[in-house]
């Protein structure tokens, strides 16, 4: 078993590459614990409580069970974030090199975390239920199949309607609302009996989280956010366009996660694709070409293998070569700054400690003068050789530590 919970963190974070930091937070957003290779993002933790928040509100309205996952795209690092019933972990991805988890060993990591909690902070009455559903829930995030791009019917009349229409079983509602929560389009399910305002104004307040908590981390605007939980559902928001080329537009679902949710999210990029030709603007296909990305990861397109002429003219191995510049760059930059911190902080130290033996040496022989003058005895002479031994000692490694 892992003597502490950095060790267990460490696992994931050496499981790819493309995981860049590794936190444990409580449910208030405070860090427990945490391991990374490049500087910290800070308000992370503070993001994933906040989302955890709502989603919990919007699980709780509409009837979804307790929300396990969470993530958010951004344009250059996503958010993953798990509840674990004590608090949640919380993984920095770089998506556009690798979004596959491991989540077999997640799951170990999970247990072992657990299980050093339970034995040596005696949390074996605690909740730790939820974290059973969280190897099945990150399968079904990688798993399914493709739906391929299609068109809709339209309607000169109500073109986005007919769009958001339930065609796939897999949805249940879908929506688009400006960010004051108001509905532009609505459509749901014969089974789905909640109203297009309720709707959108509950999924609205993830959306608005993931916006303003990625905004104040340096993250950017959100690519999507989604939700999955306990019931085998999700919930997903997405940017969906200008309202008149101004309003910022909002889409919002509700689906299944039977079939996993890879057909999910490419049915949704068709729509986000259709709905683009009504209120499009760059973002949306930034929405599209993230899909792409993510996708090609589960199911790359096989290419013939060709040695390159010249290995330095390869843009393939040029852009390996950068990313590992990169990282390097990055870990030998942040742990150079933890190394000179530690090193203030020990030369600090140092120099407390001889002040306080230089002070309690001169201190004690005066004492010794007043009280032993005159007097020579073997055990005085032992002790004082012992006092002396362990001064030197004391010297000689900060000395060491110092240099």
């Known amino acids: ?167 796939n079983p897999l949805f249940l509602a879908n929506c688009i609302t400006n960010e004051l929560g108001l509905p532009i389009a609505f459509a749901s399910s014969s089974s789905f009996s909640i109203g297009s305002e309720e709707f959108g104004g509950t999924l609205l307040s993830l959306d608005a989280v993931a916006k303003e908590k990625g905004e104040n981390a340096g993250l950017g605007q959100p690519i999507f956010s989604a939700v999955f939980t306990d019931q085998n559902k999700g919930i997903l928001t997405c940017h969906s366009g200008l309202l008149e080329g101004i309003e910022p537009l909002v889409f919002q679902t509700l689906f299944e996660l039977n079939e996993g949710f890879i057909p999910v999210l490419t049915e949704v990029s068709s729509m986000i694709m259709a709905i683009s030709k009504e209120y499009g603007d760059e973002q949306m296909q930034y929405f599209i070409q993230t899909v792409e990305t993510l996708i090609g990861q589960i199911f790359p397109t096989k290419k013939e293998i060709t040695l390159p002429a010249s290995g330095e003219d390869d843009q393939r191995l040029q852009l390996v070569i950068n990313e590992m510049e990169k990282n390097i760059e990055e870990s030998i930059g942040y742990y150079m700054s933890m190394l000179g911190d530690l090193m203030e902080l020990i030369s600090s130290r140092a120099s407390e400690i001889t002040k306080s033996i230089e002070s309690y040496d001169n201190d004690f022989n005066k004492w010794l003068q007043v009280n032993t003058k005159g007097i020579d005895h073997p055990r005085i002479r032992g002790e004082l050789k012992k006092w002396e031994d362990a001064k030197n000692l004391i010297e000689v490694k900060l000395k060491m530590l110092s240099e």
């Open 1 to 167: 078993m892992a003597a502490n919970p950095e060790t267990i963190l460490a696992k994931i974070l050496r499981s790819s590459q493309s995981i860049k930091q590794v936190l444990i937070c409580d449910k208030v957003g405070l860090v427990i614990s945490k391991v990374l290779r490049i500087k910290p993002i800070e308000g992370i933790s503070a993001l994933e409580s906040s989302i955890f928040r709502a989603a919990e509100d919007v699980c709780e309205f509409l009837s979804l069970g307790k929300s396990v996952i969470h993530i958010s795209m951004f344009p250059d690092k996503s958010i993953i974030g798990i509840d674990i019933g004590l608090g949640y972990l919380v993984l920095v991805v770089e998506h556009k090199v690798k979004w596959i988890l491991d989540f077999d060993l997640i799951n170990s990591c999970l247990h072992d975390l657990i299980n050093m909690w339970v034995s040596e902070l005696g949390l074996d009455g605690y909740d730790f239920s939820v974290v059973k559903g969280v190897p099945g829930i990150l399968s079904s995030i990688y798993s399914g199949n493709v739906t391929q791009p299609h068109s809709y019917e339209e309607d000169e009349i109500d073109p986005i309607t007919e769009i958001l229409k339930i065609a």
